[in-house]
């Protein structure tokens, strides 16, 4: 003990030498005369210092032991800030916290000024972030591979109950943890021409010509396992003019007009993220984007396989890359024509490498999100690529029409180009040996509805993998005080294996554990009820019942059908003397689209709301709404821990998965909402008596849609507490909101919002009634942290692993 003290005690002094040191060589200042942002530039430069040695290593490993490596495509990385988590999976807080304090520099205070990367728009983009967490804490060879986005997803204002979208210029300070590598730059071509050319000797050769180069620049960011020395590798591709581009003396003026629209076209290429979430645009500059990180992507692929002397007829036993949702699936071509083009392979060789080296992971059933491109837009801008995807359908629909004659409907739904437009989920589909959902429910609808007829043809290709979040991030780095009573109780197994976080139900019923775990809830309320004071929000009570939505604002989330109850109880506390609730504060946060109406409509609406309902007097005890501004990774930090009940409400069938509903849950709230998504396993997990389900099941959903039968009207004029609150909507009650009333009667709502009304009413009436018994509810609460084990990405990741990528960890010594 004395030994362990003493060695902590040398390890703390030689730190704060590397912090006195650092300075000195970053800014030629004193430590101790430094800004806030150099202090944590200081820290983060010392944090480097530590994880650099292992990335060597790991990179060495990999490279000599040739074992298989993962590269997860994805166009979006919602990473948050690097500081706290790389610390906790170092396992150095402790030591770089007392450090500082010996310098007089508090570490929490430095963790907000780093950038919050939010190179994504939501869960897809969060759940591969955790996926690369989760590889490099499991100590597999797993990669990222991305866009470096000059401005993440836009910052969003609250202005008179408007949202207003303010660039996000995140690398505005620099990004401390990113290394540009310019000498692994790679060349991406666009435009031009290509055909096959007949030859001397008769054969056809393969041309390209006139077309334009852009070169593509990665910038690494390292990705620390959990103290296992493992440091993998998230690759960020910046889109720069090419530098055999610059003979500037002997242009004419046409060329320099020329060279100045190649220089913006190429600039516009790694711009900005579009803030879309499972919708899709159709712009012809988001497929420049994603043709241009899977090109450089796959080029650096094969150049650092071909550098490690290895085969490529091993390709497919030695790499797998992971297509997250279709936004990347041009990978298929693109792998199709460095095999054939440049490295002379046969088409049907290749073929094989290429099927067994993808697979497909597919996030959502809304049609809306499917990309299509028009062959007229595809074509002149990928002319090789489009060529490949034509000859790829030709011989795929050769092969349907011989194993399945005279089905044309079978040839039409299975077909990757069909009505002038490029399919980019059944080149997906076709091009890999792996297509799944991301939860039960979602693989079930993909495999009886969505995605039939591929199913009917494939069977064997289709599986699940219900998604995951970190507990290293999520609980141990977000709640620190409940990781430190869960080691108190069971150890701190868990903190490595967290299905060991089962040993929990044994406590459920220990008093002493439930206060503890009251307690720190408590502490949770407080900080984001100071959080939100901070921030110019509304003072709350934090002994009412927090009450939480945080997701993006989209109709089948039905944040319209929170509000409209909201509307309903405060009506009754206004009209009727003897309606009582327990005090309750609802919140709301999340980013509507830009051009997305009725999410910004919805978003106005709740801020209406809040605003009437927080300046009545006579209510306040009561009932307090909050709209939680510029909502994002770093903030859900502070939220999902304060939480009290997690609203999950998506219409049943359309969520695929959800990943807050796990963050929650790991943090002791219980799940109000309907047996959509995750929600469905998460319920199994703790039992019905641990959570509120309620509404219309997926089947009765899609019974519906099939048969049309559903009458929005009707539903208006036979339940009176929905045709007062959508009548509230246009009586200037709260202001004007013909845009959905419209939407919900005469669009006839699409998502079932009043159809589902009242049992959403009786599940809170439930839920209020459970938390009266405080002993209840705390039991509760500690069965959803006991049973979210299985909710962990390292469950979800090993899952891969074993079953799609056959990839084994590596120990790094
Ligand atoms: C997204 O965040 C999701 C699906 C998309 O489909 C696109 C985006 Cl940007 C193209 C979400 C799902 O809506 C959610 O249910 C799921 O949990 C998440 O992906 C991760 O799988």
Not at 274 to 279: E, I, N, R, T
Request: proline residues 3%; aromatic residues 10%; negative net charge.
């Amino acid at each position: 003990m004395a030994n362990k003290r003493n060695e902590l005690g040398l390890a703390k002094e030689g730190l704060k030498q590397k912090f006195l040191a650092t300075a000195h060589i970053l800014w030629g200042r004193d430590f101790a005369d430094l800004t806030s942002h150099e202090v944590y530039a200081t820290i983060v430069s010392v944090v480097k210092q530590y994880i650099s040695e292992n990335w060597v290593k790991t990179n060495k490993a990999y490279m000599k032991r040739r074992d298989k490596q993962i590269y997860y495509f994805s166009v979006e990385f919602l990473l948050g800030r690097l500081l706290r988590s790389n610390l906790v999976n170092l396992g150095e807080m402790e030591l770089f916290h007392d450090a500082l304090e010996e310098l007089g520099i508090d570490l929490n205070q430095s963790f907000p000024e780093e950038p919050d990367a939010g190179l994504g728009n939501g869960g897809l983009g969060r759940l591969a972030a955790c996926f690369i967490d989760s590889m490099a804490s499991l100590g597999l060879p797993g990669h990222g591979c991305s866009i470096r986005y000059q401005y993440g997803l836009f910052e969003q204002k609250i202005i008179k109950g408007n949202q207003v979208e303010i660039p996000d210029n995140w690398l505005g300070n620099g990004f401390e943890w990113e290394y540009r590598k310019a000498d692994k730059a790679v060349n991406v071509k666009f435009n031009g021409n290509a055909y096959m050319k007949e030859q001397e000797d008769g054969s056809l050769a393969l041309v390209h010509e006139d077309y334009m180069t852009v070169m593509a620049v990665p910038y690494d960011v390292p990705i620390v396992g959990f103290r296992n020395n493992t440091v993998n590798t998230l690759r960020l591709w910046n889109a720069e003019v090419n530098r055999d581009f610059s003979d500037y003396g002997t242009m004419t003026r046409e060329q320099l007009q020329a060279k100045k629209e190649y220089r913006n076209f190429v600039e516009s290429i790694t711009e900005y993220l579009y803030p879309d979430d499972s919708s899709y645009e159709g712009r012809r500059l988001r497929l420049i984007q994603e043709y241009f990180f899977v090109s450089a992507g796959v080029q650096s692929i094969v150049r650092h396989y071909l550098l490690a002397g290895m085969d490529l007829k091993e390709f497919a036993k030695k790499v797998a890359i992971h297509i997250n949702d279709t936004h990347p699936a041009v990978a298929v071509a693109e792998l199709m024509r460095l095999l054939v083009d440049e490295q002379g392979f046969e088409w049907d060789d290749a073929w094989k490498i290429t099927r067994e080296t993808m697979a497909y992971t597919n996030h959502t059933i809304m049609p809306e999100a499917l990309e299509k491109w028009p062959i007229d837009m595809f074509r002149p801008l990928l002319p090789r690529i489009y060529m490949i995807i034509e000859e790829i359908n030709r011989r795929h629909l050769e092969e349907v029409r011989k194993r399945r004659p005279n089905d044309e409907q079978m040839v039409r739904e299975l077909s990757i180009i069909e009505d002038g437009q490029v399919h980019m989920a059944r080149l997906a589909i076709v091009g890999s040996h792996s297509v799944n959902g991301v939860a039960a429910i979602h693989s079930d609808i993909l495999k009886n509805d969505t995605l039939k007829f591929f199913h009917r043809y494939y069977p064997g290709k289709f599986n699940n993998k219900t998604n995951g979040i970190t507990h290293r991030r999520w609980l141990i780095s977000a709640n620190p005080e409940l990781t430190s009573l869960i080691d108190e109780t069971i150890g701190d197994g868990w903190q490595k294996a967290p299905e060991q976080l089962s040993k929990l139900n044994d406590h459920v019923a220990d008093k002493g554990f439930l206060q503890e775990l009251d307690k720190i809830k408590r502490l949770r309320k407080i900080d984001l009820a100071d959080y939100i004071h901070e921030h110019g929000g509304v003072r709350i009570d934090p002994d009412s019942i927090f009450d939480i939505q945080v997701k993006r604002i989209h109709s089948y989330k039905r944040q319209i059908m929170n509000i409209l109850h909201i509307m309903y109880l405060y009506h009754e506390l206004k009209t009727n003397k003897r309606f009582r609730i327990p005090p309750t504060t609802r919140f709301f946060g999340g980013k509507a689209a830009p051009g997305y109406y009725i999410a910004k409509e919805t978003i106005r609406l709740i801020n209406a709301v809040a605003e009437k309902v927080n300046s009545d007097k006579a209510v306040n005890e009561m009932l307090k709404v909050v709209f939680i501004e510029n909502f994002g990774v770093s903030i859900g930090e502070i939220v999902y821990p304060a939480a009290d009940i997690s609203e999950q409400i998506s219409t049943a069938s359309k969520e695929a998965s959800g990943t807050g509903n796990m963050k929650f849950m790991m943090n002791g709230a219980l799940t109000l909402g309907t047996l959509d998504g995750a929600n469905v396993e998460i319920s199994q997990a703790v039992g019905r008596e641990n959570c509120e389900i309620f509404g219309l099941r997926a089947e009765e959903v899609l019974n519906y849609y099939a048969t049309g039968s559903y009458k929005a009207w009707d539903e208006f004029n036979t339940n009176p507490a929905v045709r007062l609150v959508v009548s509230q909507l246009v009586d200037g009650t709260y202001g004007d909101f013909h845009s959905l009333r419209d939407y919900l009667i005469q669009g006839n709502d699409e998502f079932f919002v009043l159809k589902d009304f009242s049992p959403y009413d009786r599940a809170h009436k439930n839920m209020n009634q459970k938390y009266e018994n405080r002993k209840a509810w705390l039991t509760s609460s500690a069965i959803n942290i006991a049973n979210s084990g299985v909710f962990s990405s390292d469950r979800t990741i090993r899952e891969y692993a074993d079953d799609i990528w056959h990839v084994k960890p590596v120990i790094i010594a």
